[in-house]
């Protein structure tokens, strides 16, 4: 039987989607942890049939400090497997630790922040990004933004496999669009508080536009290292009692929270193809997104959603004050989004090119 080794960062609601994929495939899977971060990021256990390996990485968050001890472990773990090919990312943690290890294949796997924003720290970061691009025989991308920066560092493109991470159709599905009446309109962030994701800029234009519109709700899921400053921002503007915090909520619970909304929001500055946004979309929510390139492969403005400038208060709340005079385009547009969903972000249809991936991956050997 062929061994795979997923090597992740932490163990994410996206880690357990490729796992339990995986785990129903003709592969041995192992996963491999780099660290724990202290916000619990996906409650769910690791999927039955993938071994989880234990290691000296995986129980506190990494450091730069812990290079040549993981480098050194890693090597240990890779002998005692012996594995067939290797899956890891992002690519200057996870994916660089295996290029530096010198296994091959390697299968890497952009996680979009780390060829978007990451690789620009300094010249180190973009040598290292470069280095285990060089060693990767395969590289997987989740949109064509992250695609053409790939074939920019040296890539090339028929080494590149791109497929959005997309959804579960079945449980994300529309129900009861629209779901307020009357004057009430409802916001839906699903975002990590981090500042990647310009929560921060969000609750600052809801926030513009809730003083003009007195009907508007927002629903602020998550958590993260920005919590005390948002909460201080909504405070100060005295709108709480108009704004929902449920924390992070289950897989199980996060469809309703879509449902409840009238509109999804995202004002993140770096994204590949969110799978928040193909959440939403799936749900039948149009979207209100920051003009980036990653939105721009998935939201047509006025057909499944609007674009505002990445950053611009401003504009985020006057886009949200438009979009809540036309509810009367809102039905048609739920139906786009879905159709959307249907035709690009199913998950089902897409797993399939990982194993691909892996087929062209091991074909070099």
């Given amino acids: 039987?062929?061994?795979?080794?997923?090597?992740?960062?932490?163990?994410?609601?996206?880690?357990?989607?490729?796992?339990?994929?995986?785990?129903?495939?003709?592969?041995?899977?192992?996963?491999?942890?780099?660290?724990?971060?202290?916000?619990?990021?996906?409650?769910?256990?690791?999927?039955?049939?993938?071994?989880?390996?234990?290691?000296?990485?995986?129980?506190?968050?990494?450091?730069?400090?812990?290079?040549?001890?993981?480098?050194?472990?890693?090597?240990?773990?890779?002998?005692?497997?012996?594995?067939?090919?290797?899956?890891?990312?992002?690519?200057?943690?996870?994916?660089?630790?295996?290029?530096?290890?010198?296994?091959?294949?390697?299968?890497?796997?952009?996680?979009?922040?780390?060829?978007?924003?990451d690789v620009n720290r300094n010249k180190l970061w973009r040598k290292a990004t470069q280095f285990t691009l060089r060693r990767s025989r395969i590289l997987i991308t989740d949109c064509i933004t992250v695609r053409k920066r790939a074939n920019e560092l040296g890539m090339p493109d028929g080494k590149v496999v791109t497929f959005p991470w997309g959804v579960d159709l079945k449980t994300f599905t529309p129900d009861n669009y629209p779901p307020t009446k009357g004057d009430q309109f409802t916001l839906l962030s699903t975002r990590g508080w981090e500042p990647i994701y310009g929560v921060d800029i969000l609750a600052k234009a809801f926030i513009k536009a809730a003083n003009q519109h007195p009907g508007l709700r927002l629903i602020l899921l998550g958590n993260g290292s920005q919590s005390s400053y948002l909460q201080n921002i909504l405070n100060r503007a005295g709108v709480m009692d108009r704004v929902l915090l449920p924390g992070q909520v289950t897989q199980i619970d996060l469809p309703r929270y879509y449902n409840m909304a009238d509109i999804y929001l995202s004002a993140s500055h770096i994204d590949g193809s969110s799978v928040s946004l193909m959440e939403a979309l799936s749900c039948g929510r149009?979207?209100?997104v920051s003009d980036i390139?990653?939105?721009?492969?998935?939201?047509?403005?006025?057909?499944?959603?609007?674009?505002?400038?990445?950053?611009?208060?401003?504009?985020?709340?006057?886009?949200?004050?438009?979009?809540?005079?036309?509810?009367?385009?809102?039905?048609?547009?739920?139906?786009?989004?879905?159709?959307?969903?249907?035709?690009?972000?199913?998950?089902?249809?897409?797993?399939?090119?990982?194993?691909?991936?892996?087929?062209?991956?091991?074909?070099?050997?």
């Fill in 1 to 117: 039987m062929t061994r795979v080794i997923y090597f992740s960062r932490d163990y994410t609601t996206h880690d357990h989607r490729f796992l339990a994929a995986l785990a129903d495939t003709q592969y041995e899977v192992f996963y491999l942890r780099l660290e724990r971060q202290r916000a619990q990021l996906e409650d769910r256990p690791i999927p039955r049939g993938v071994r989880q390996v234990k290691w000296v990485g995986g129980g506190r968050p990494a450091i730069f400090r812990d290079g040549p001890q993981l480098l050194f472990e890693l090597r240990k773990v890779i002998k005692r497997l012996n594995p067939d090919l290797i899956h890891a990312g992002p690519i200057q943690s996870c994916a660089f630790l295996v290029a530096l290890a010198g296994f091959q294949p390697l299968v890497s796997m952009s996680w979009g922040y780390d060829l978007l924003q």
């Fill in 286 to 288: 149009p979207v209100v």
């Fill in 293 to 365: 390139p990653g939105n721009r492969e998935w939201v047509e403005t006025g057909i499944n959603g609007w674009l505002f400038k990445d950053g611009d208060i401003d504009d985020l709340a006057r886009t949200i004050l438009e979009v809540a005079t036309q509810r009367q385009k809102l039905s048609e547009m739920s139906r786009e989004a879905r159709k959307l969903a249907e035709e690009r972000a199913d998950w089902n249809k897409n797993f399939p090119l990982l194993l691909k991936a892996y087929e062209a991956a091991l074909g070099y050997a």
